[in-house]
């Protein structure tokens, strides 16, 4: 990840919680925020009026509903010889008629001049993923807080930052893994390999890791490469396929668009799963740990691993608190759920997720149902101090299920 990765995107953001006047339709004073400052580091204040093309958003956990229009800032007391009073003007939408009191919203002034307005669901993670983003103090966000400077950079934490771009509909670019597009399309003869050879491929390009003594930063960097490389490929690919274009004879070929389309959508949604699941394959071997990758259990439910092997969990007289379940999910949303109905016999249930900021409505949620969260150590500061308390670390998953593994081993 490049230093300063954010100035790329944002020239500057401003926050703040909605409160019940900016909400509530029947008292809201005509669609418009005071908002002099922070405001006037963003906007500016030279001339007495600007319009922002801008593209709103509502989000929250399961879904994000958009709008586009105009965003207008603007001197209400132009006219008066001593005063000013700035506001931002914005439309009625469906974006705008979700927000509750307490959302928080984010006005994201990007570096092409537009606007990016997202309003976030109060305590749902993608807020919290957003103040993390940006670097502001959820509890600092009463009146309008603004940044104008993210000079932070952290190959750690690339995975989780580039999955909140994504979310909000910014694709992110590193230059600096272009000099690997040569190599990869010698290596696969210009073509996409199956995901394990990918996996295996990525891995080997990163050389400054221990998997055995920091099992947590050789995952990130495993699963950054591999994501960066694929993105790379991906986007040489489909770019010389389009150069091709899609005429034949004379006719565009609509059915083949879309089928093309259709792959690139497949193929990213299978990777995705599946690379996660081949670098925490890796991680087991290099520490000579006994499992079984998706074995068929109750109600032919497929766990990720089981450990030490589905042959001691389908032995009804291997003593059950010897077994460990693992499920892995790059992204968790609503479906770190599936896992809990994976593995009857064991009782508390592990799931590995690099996903950052996790809300503690969730977590909390998930300690109800004694599921016990991974994530890997770089990851943790997103998370709240309490929500750390009770995080696994890899390496720490790791070291318990070795220690299981003695009991299994005793009984070879």
Known sequence: METGYLNKYFSGVAVKKLSEVETNLKVSNQHEYNAKKPMDQIFGTEVPKKEFDSLFLYMNDEDTISADGKLTWYDARYNHPTRTEWRLYYPTTEVSKQ??????????????????????QKDSTIESQLYWLFGVEKNSADKFVSKTDFDTGNDEIEFAARTILEQIGIEYEDKSIESYLEPLLSEFNGGFPSTKEFSEYARNTVTDVDPIGDPDITLVKWVNREEALFKLLEQYLIKERLRRGFVVQ???????????????????????GLSLENHIEALLKSQNIIYTHTPITENKSKPDFIFPCIEAYRDLRYDSTYLTMLGAKSTCKDRWRQVLSEADRIEKKHLLTLESAI??????????????????????????????????????????????????????
């Open 99 to 120: 927000a509750k009191t307490g959302d928080s919203l984010f006005i994201c002034k990007k570096t092409d001049g537009t606007l990016l307005i997202i309003i976030a």
């Open 250 to 272: 004379g006719e565009v070929d609509v059915d083949a668009f879309i089928q093309f389309s259709l792959s690139v959508h497949n193929r990213r949604k299978s990777r995705a």
């Open 359 to 412: 809300s503690e409505n969730q977590t909390n949620e998930m300690i109800d149902k004694q599921l016990q969260l991974v994530v890997p150590l770089p990851i943790h500061d997103t998370y709240s101090t309490t929500q750390r308390m009770w995080l696994y670390t890899m390496k720490m998953f790791l070291e318990e299920v070795k220690e299981k593994q003695k009991f299994y081993e005793s009984r070879m």
